[in-house]
């Protein structure tokens, strides 16, 4: 907080913030791909791995960047739809 009260403007993601998420999404395609579930749908049975697989059952300081994870992938649904279905 700046002396005179006012708050300092949040500082903005950068693009490193932006690549290591694209890699993040990924390396758990390339495992979620590894486990060959092929029963469901593909897209929600993906989320499910990712939710688990970022550590669901724990209530730590990671909790709000899983939740941002999950949530640029929720918003990109449709272009890891297709890295799923390609070999």
Known sequence: QAEDGIR???R???LGDVYKRQDLVESLI???KKQ?????NIYDNFMFFCYNALGANKDDKYKHTRA???????QN???I???LTRN
């Open 8 to 10: 300092d403007q949040p």
């Open 30 to 32: 390339t495992e979620f």
């Open 77 to 79: 649904k449709n272009e």
């Open 36 to 40: 060959k579930i092929i029963r469901g």
């Open 81 to 83: 739809l297709l890295k």
């Open 68 to 74: 941002s994870i999950l949530k640029h992938m929720t």
């Open 12 to 14: 903005s993601r950068g």
